[in-house]
């Protein structure tokens, strides 16, 4: 999927909230020249903060290789402070009614399509969770590179990828490349971020401790 073939406007529509895993889910949603929405991509995010829509940008922009013209979202504040530092090509319009009424009859397919990448990056994030081996390979400098290996039933690893973690730029990526194909987050990356979590949380207690 490329937002290419979809026109110039992409939305990041926070309107899909979940309190599953502590998780909202964002889908980026495309309207192509005849007003139809597309969606071409999504993520979850443990924060709605500044620091994690831009993470997410990040991510949408290198998937996509290129900046959409116009970037239409609500009136989150976090996201208003991430579009102008990551999309510099962009022109921002804070307009939920635009999504509302220029695009109604699409919705419904809009959303059907959405739960059906929602369930997705579910699946991605069970496997993460419960089917997922993770261990750090090499740590130089701000690169981190984790090796994730895909577990089946028995525990028995059927295959590895090589997720590398830039620390400084905050940037995941993996040998996977399922995020470039399908803008679905892998369980790769899920379970290298989950991770940098709890090591964060760790240096944190032990901060506290000090
Ligand atoms: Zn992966």
């Not at 997922?132 to 701000?142: A, F, M, P, Q, Y």
Request: aromatic share 10%; hydrophobic share 35%.
């Amino acid at each position: 999927m490329n937002h290419k073939e979809f026109g110039d406007t992409v939305s990041f529509d926070a309107m899909y909230r979940t309190n599953r895993h502590a998780m909202n889910f964002i889908p980026f949603i495309a309207i192509d020249n005849h007003k139809r929405s597309v969606v071409v991509g999504s993520t979850l995010i443990s924060h709605e903060n500044a620091p994690n829509f831009t993470w997410v940008l990040q991510a949408f922009v290198k998937a996509h290789n290129s900046q959409p013209r116009f970037v239409i979202t609500d009136q989150c504040l976090s996201m208003k402070e991430a579009i102008p530092d990551v999309l510099t090509e962009s022109k921002h319009r804070l307009c939920p009614w635009y999504i509302m009424t220029k695009i109604p009859r699409e919705r419904h397919a809009s959303e059907v399509y959405t739960k059906t990448v929602f369930y997705d990056v579910q699946k991605e994030i069970h496997k993460a969770l419960y089917f997922c081996g993770l261990h750090v390979n090499s740590e130089e400098g701000d690169i981190v590179q984790y090796v994730v290996a895909h577990k089946n039933c028995k525990m028995i690893t059927k295959v590895s990828y090589q997720v590398t973690h830039n620390v400084v730029a905050n940037t995941f990526n993996c040998q996977c490349n399922l995020f470039t194909r399908t803008g679905i987050l892998c369980r790769d990356i899920q379970a290298a971020k989950s991770r940098y979590r709890e090591i964060d949380i760790e240096k944190e207690a032990s901060i506290n401790e000090l």
